[in-house]
């Protein structure tokens, strides 16, 4: 283990505090020497708050008001001498809270499986190579790799930095971003005047840099005051709160009508311990208490099959809104491409070149093009001043590198940047390390380039940068001629901007470089602007980037789902419109509007013009914030992704925030509600498909639930008012809620989506759980419901004043109650197909759940030890055929409706 300084180590020397962690300051520790101090210090995490015990889990299920009310009307039952009916209750009870329990569990381990997926990843160097872990295996002597958007992960001493600032609200409140540098401060330097540290807990704003992690978890500085940090409680998503808000309603309404019943039961004469219990009983059953429960599982069920289709969802709401999406505004590199970069073009001033090869395997040829376009001999780059500058200046300004991997190559870092290494290798150039980087201007949107500067080895200093055409091409005095440096004229300038477009729109990316030779020493007064000046451009190069193969049919999609998907890249507009044309998202007739043209548009114009516009090239992070708001000014949910720190902003302000899980930076990740774990524009697509499949599984149990429940109701009411005996005893009544309510249920929840699910118009977002016609055909099924249980009732008994036939009758309504329901779950899978056009089997767990309760039932009237618990009169005998034929039918009369009058289309 590393030794402890006695001094603080923001206030040791570089070089001491590599000797005290035992580490390399540039090929940090190795495999084997992290997995050791992470065996010996433990991981890198704060102490956390214990789970909840499961034994206090199991005793909160009796905490309900539900299960106190069938508390009573057990001690009722065992007051009145009915000891069997009171010992079934109390197995109810314990089965109703087993079940809750084992839902919590299986939703709380569900949503902590997708919070270690979701846990913070960091880049640390080890045995010289860059490496994403997570946070929590990070030790002391790692050495950290830090860009712009990462957060860190543990209280670091700066080894190296360029133009580095971090934000450290968090840990010492001050809001703007902290510039850092390495070096030695006094030991009694305060926490936010330390510049040559950087803490876990921060964001790193801007810039680069490598740190030797010097303190983790509880040791460091946010661990110190990690005592004071809150824990929240989960929250409820809105569709929770709004079914909380129904199942209260609907208990005023069950307990107004049980209370009818009971008064009416009551006027009749009847005994009043069996009226009491009865209602008691019809009052459980009836009230859906369980529904929020459910809706946890089903959300948590569908957050996994979410993650199986590459989203890892980070707010529950957002589910509940992926149904309601009507704009998608999207990335185009890495999302609606490959995100595959290799160099296919390079112009300079007195040449065009073909590059041949493919992928990151650095072989291949530059081949002459000549007037006509055709490719000539092959060409060493060597022979060709401007050439081989332009490759050596593409592989130094950037951070990636591309190694061998198995079979073939691997890139590490930015796409882009790595298509220009590749290419310089393919050359046979490469950096020198005798011109070493020691200061770099990191990209941003505003800038719209990157710069590095090298030292030669006469130790003069030359500024290097990439960007895009137009930008870069501002910033030049002079072009480099076969070597020579001469003035860059007017004409010279259109010339270099009509070979870009012409790049574009053969659907390349375009990149520009250019050199500065920097006199005397270094100076950064002013800025960035101040000195990417005079610059002497090299060239531009062409790089495709493919369109994914499933994004068109994901475009295609979203168009008949009633969705409008929208490209905003920072790309050349020709080339945005090149892939956006063959993508499906736009036509010959449109075309991309950049950056500048929105800023001449008020936001009032902006949201007019938005509904005409596709393709979106050249813009800035604001000018995405204000597409967002526009669309959201017309009333639209818009989803929007991102993977920069830029895009934070707008990702925060839209309905639905997508980050990039491959390239998205932490800020970004922090500020989505979703998380695409395979960075592809088709796995929006199937969150939107997976989203709308949810909230219509949670609201076909929903129906299913309060059907049910409603054509029990309905039952006891008109037997009451018609001056019946009770078509259901307590206990029955109780077994049904078990029985029919639980599995099958949930079962609805794991329904797949409807095949049809995405030719539909998106959900409204305000729209009611239970909208009128749902309620009103809610009602209609729980009606036809408790006509077949009349029917069967009647049937048995015919008025007969013998009490062995109400027994009899009973016993046959309490079986065709409970086919019917398991029956009717059947027609719940959906409101618009029948059951053999989705197909019986394609929810295994329906099946499985309607076999069980049923052979469930069938156990509790057939076997003579529980006829007696249940107030069975006998077992049914040849009577099974009516009881089977009666219960199929509010599940034919449903299905056979769906048939004759099948949905038009949306």
């Given amino acids: 283990m590393p030794d402890q300084p006695t001094a603080p180590w923001h206030a040791l020397a570089v070089d001491e505090i590599v000797a005290r962690l035992a580490t390399d300051p540039e090929r940090g520790l190795t495999a084997a020497e992290a997995a050791a101090r992470l065996a010996g210090h433990g991981e890198n995490r704060l102490r956390e708050q214990p789970p909840e015990p499961r034994f206090r889990k199991l005793v909160r299920q009796f905490r309900e008001v539900v299960v106190w009310i069938l508390l009573v009307a057990a001690v009722i039952a065992a007051a009145t001498g009915d000891y069997a009916d009171a010992a079934v209750i109390v197995a109810i009870v314990l089965v109703n809270a087993l079940i809750g329990f084992f839902q919590e569990e299986r939703a709380q381990t569900a949503l902590s499986a997708l919070q270690r997926m979701a846990a913070p990843v960091a880049t640390v160097v080890r045995d010289g190579v860059p490496v994403v872990l997570p946070a929590r295996e990070i030790v002391p002597g790692d050495l950290l790799s830090l860009a712009a958007g990462d957060a860190v992960a ?19 409140g001050e809001s703007a971003p902290v510039d850092k540098e390495a070096g030695v401060m006094p030991a009694a330097t305060p926490l936010a005047e330390r510049t040559a540290t950087v803490h876990a807990g921060t964001v790193v704003a801007a810039g680069r840099a490598t740190a030797l992690v010097v303190a983790t978890g509880m040791e460091t500085e946010l661990g110190r005051i990690a005592g004071l940090l809150g824990h929240t409680r989960a929250e409820q998503t809105p569709l929770q709160r709004r079914l909380a808000e129904l199942g209260r309603w609907l208990i005023v309404i069950c307990l107004a009508v049980v209370g009818v019943i009971l008064a009416l039961e009551l006027a009749r004469g009847g005994r009043v311990a069996d009226v009491l219990l009865r209602a008691v009983s019809l009052a459980v059953a009836a009230v859906p208490e369980g529904l929020p429960a459910v809706v946890t599982v089903v959300l948590a069920i569908g957050l996994e099959r979410l993650v199986a289709r590459g989203t890892l969802v980070r707010r529950l709401p957002s589910v509940e809104t992926l149904g309601s999406v009507t704009v998608i505004c999207t990335d185009k590199t890495g999302t609606l491409t490959r995100d595959e970069m290799t160099v296919r073009a390079i112009e300079t001033a007195t040449a065009r070149y073909a590059v041949t090869g493919s992928g990151y395997a650095p072989h291949g040829e530059f081949r002459e093009r000549g007037a006509d376009g055709a490719e000539g001999a092959a060409v060493p780059p060597a022979t060709r001043p401007d050439l081989e500058r332009l490759l050596l200046v593409g592989a130094r300004c950037g951070n990636a590198t591309v190694q061998p991997a198995g079979d073939g190559w691997r890139a590490i870092g930015d796409p882009t940047e790595a298509a220009l290494v590749v290419a310089a290798l393919t050359g046979g150039v490469s950096a020198d390390p005798s011109w070493p980087v020691v200061y770099e201007l990191p990209f941003d949107s505003q800038r719209q380039r990157m710069s590095v500067i090298v030292r030669t080895p006469a130790g003069r200093h030359v500024l290097e940068t990439k960007g895009a055409p137009e930008a870069v091409l501002a910033r030049c005095a002079a072009e480099a001629r076969d070597g020579v440096v001469v003035p860059l004229s007017a004409a010279r300038r259109g010339e270099i901007l009509a070979a870009a477009a012409r790049l574009a729109e053969g659907a390349l990316r375009v990149l520009a470089l250019a050199y500065r030779e920097l006199p005397g020493a270094i100076g950064f007064d002013g800025g960035a602007e101040a000195i990417e000046r005079d610059l002497v451009h090299l060239g531009v190069v062409g790089m495709i980037d493919p369109p994914r193969d499933e994004a068109r049919a994901a475009v295609a999609t ?135 499949g949810i909230y219509d599984n949670i609201q076909k149990f929903i129906h299913y639930l309060l059907a049910c429940n409603a054509g029990e109701v ?74 077949v249980m009349l029917v069967a009732f009647w049937l048995s008994w015919r008025g007969s004043d013998d009490p062995a036939a109400v027994e009899r009758a009973r016993t046959t309504t309490f079986c065709v109650a409970a086919f019917a329901q398991l029956f009717f779950a059947v027609a719940c899978r959906s409101d618009r197909s029948t059951a053999p056009g989705i197909g019986f089997f394609r929810n295994p767990a329906l099946v499985g759940a309607i076999v069980i309760s049923g052979l469930l039932q069938a156990a509790v009237v057939t076997l003579p030890l529980a006829r007696p618990w249940f107030d069975v009169a006998g077992d049914l005998g040849h009577a099974w055929g009516p009881v089977l034929g009666l219960a199929l039918v509010p599940v034919t009369v449903i299905e056979v409706g769906k048939w004759l009058a099948p949905p038009s289309a949306p």
């Fill in 714 to 787: 309905m039952v006891m009411l008109v037997a009451a008012l018609a001056g019946w005996p009770a078509p259901l005893a307590a206990i029955q009544i109780l077994w049904l809620n078990l029985v029919t309510d639980c599995l099958p249920a949930l079962a609805l929840g794991l329904e797949p989506p409807e095949p049809d699910i995405m030719r539909r118009p998106p959900r409204p977002p305000q729209e009611a759980v239970i909208t009128r016609s749902r309620g009103i055909m809610i009602l209609g099924h729980g009606a036809l419901v408790a006509a």
């Fill in 558 to 692: 979203c168009r008949s789902a009633g969705i409008r998907p929208v490209m905003i890249t920072g790309d050349h507009p020709a080339t945005a419109l090149a892939i956006g044309r063959e993508l499906g998202l736009a036509d010959a007739a449109n075309r991309a509007v950049t950056g500048g043209e929105i800023a001449g548009l008020t936001d009032a114009a902006l949201a007019a013009a938005v509904g005409e516009i596709a393709v979106y090239a050249r813009v800035t992070a604001e000018d995405k914030l204000r597409i967002v708001r526009a669309w959201q000014r017309r009333g639209e949910v818009v989803a929007m992704t991102g993977d920069g720190v830029n895009d934070a902003p707008a990702i925060r302000e839209a309905d639905i925030g997508i980050a990039m899980g491959k390239s998205g930076t932490f800020v970004t990740r922090e500020a989505a509600d979703m998380v695409l774990t395979d960075d592809d524009f088709a796995s929006i697509v199937g969150a939107v498909e997976e989203g709308r």
């Fill in 154 to 172: 543990a209280d670091a001493r700066i080894v190296g930095a360029f133009a580095l600032r971090v934000q450290e609200a968090a840990l010492t």
